[in-house]
């Protein structure tokens, strides 16, 4: 008997993303999607490319519409993530995609965020490195409530992690530059930017360190380094619809063959994780429609820093993705069943 399926917040880009790959799983069924405004319409009218789900019409988000499910994934804005949970039973399984429950320090919640911290759930990031080298996928083994990692997060965090685990980077001097598609500013923003606005021109956001996934960020990368790590990130919004190719350099304390072999070590038995030879390069069109993040690196003598390029689908790997690898893991579920390591042809 397949387990019932609920996804609030379904009209937005990740909820269709989830009901995608919710449609790809032996063991689910999708009986019930919220929406908020979108509430009364067709779910296909939204998501028009999910036509085994046209049956379905998008209802209000309330604890009654919610009850009766297995697995309940929350694709909401912040804040109200953690109004939904908090009407869910202890015996549903919730994920959410939202940064609600992602933090674990409340100073941070109130700086980036503002108003009251709501507590800190599972981290939904499997292949974190913590302390001792060990991974977050053991803590995310029976758990009931879990968090999803934000999507520029996964794209530094897997970037950076083994060089900081394996000592071989300085950890004061991280600098990020994303380039990010248009979805990953989510649907309601995406829709109000002009064509003019985002083809044929790039526009970074979130400048000068006040970007919401900063702290999140450090968060991950202070627990694969065992102290704290400080992070310079800058996100650009680029002519793509989906994808985030992440440009990481730090301070190397260790030879290239050093670096790249901290990488083969950590990652060789994560499925969801290519390491590239030496000497190629990730880019988004490798991963469109997978749950894999790509990672290329390069040492710059002259400079003394390693170069660490990773390249996801953010609406994949960056969060759908990572909901679906979390909930199975949580549920006993063999880790890859419903999620694929093949793109789709750009």
Not at 67 to 84: T, W
Not at 224 to 247: D, H, N
Not at 326 to 338: C, K, V, W
Request: contains cysteine.
């Amino acid at each position: 008997m397949n387990l019932k399926v609920a996804i609030a917040g379904a009209s937005g880009y990740v909820g269709g993303e989830l009901a995608r790959l919710v449609a790809e799983h032996p063991q689910l069924d999708l009986v019930t999607v919220t929406a908020n405004t979108n509430a009364g319409e067709k779910f296909i009218n939204l998501h028009p490319h999910l036509r085994s789900f046209a049956h379905l019409e998008l209802v209000a988000t309330t604890a009654e519409n919610l009850a009766g499910h297995d697995v309940v994934f929350l694709a909401l804005p912040h804040a109200k993530s953690a109004e939904v949970a908090a009407l869910l039973g202890d015996d549903v399984l919730v994920i959410d995609c939202g940064a609600d429950f992602r933090l674990e320090s409340s100073e941070d919640w109130e700086k980036f965020y503002g108003g009251t911290h709501a507590g800190t759930w599972t981290y939904g990031m499997p292949e974190l490195i913590v302390a001792d080298g060990a991974k977050q996928r053991a803590s995310l083994l029976g758990a009931k409530r879990i968090a999803v990692p934000g999507c520029n997060v996964t794209a530094i965090t897997l970037a950076m992690a083994p060089l900081l685990a394996a000592n071989l980077v300085e950890n004061q001097d991280i600098v990020s530059v994303l380039s990010v598609g248009t979805s990953g500013a989510g649907r309601s923003t995406s829709a109000n930017l002009s064509h003019s606005e985002v083809h044929g021109s790039a526009r970074a956001y979130g400048v000068g360190g006040v970007h919401r996934h900063t702290p999140e960020i450090e968060q991950n990368l202070s627990k694969s380094a065992g102290e704290k790590v400080q992070v310079s990130f800058t996100p650009v919004l680029v002519p793509m619809s989906r994808g985030i190719l992440a440009v990481n350099t730090a301070k190397a304390t260790g030879t290239l063959e050093q670096l790249h072999h901290a990488f083969v070590t950590f990652y060789k038995s994560e499925k969801f994780i290519n390491v590239l030879p030496l000497g190629q390069w990730p880019q988004t069109s490798n991963v469109l429609g997978s749950n894999v993040c790509e990672i290329g690196l390069a040492l710059d003598q002259h400079a003394g820093r390693v170069t660490v390029v990773s390249a996801i689908d953010n609406l994949v790997k960056g969060t759908a993705g990572a909901a679906i690898q979390s909930m199975n893991l949580a549920l006993g579920i063999a880790e890859d069943t419903g999620l694929s390591v093949n793109g789709v042809a750009p």
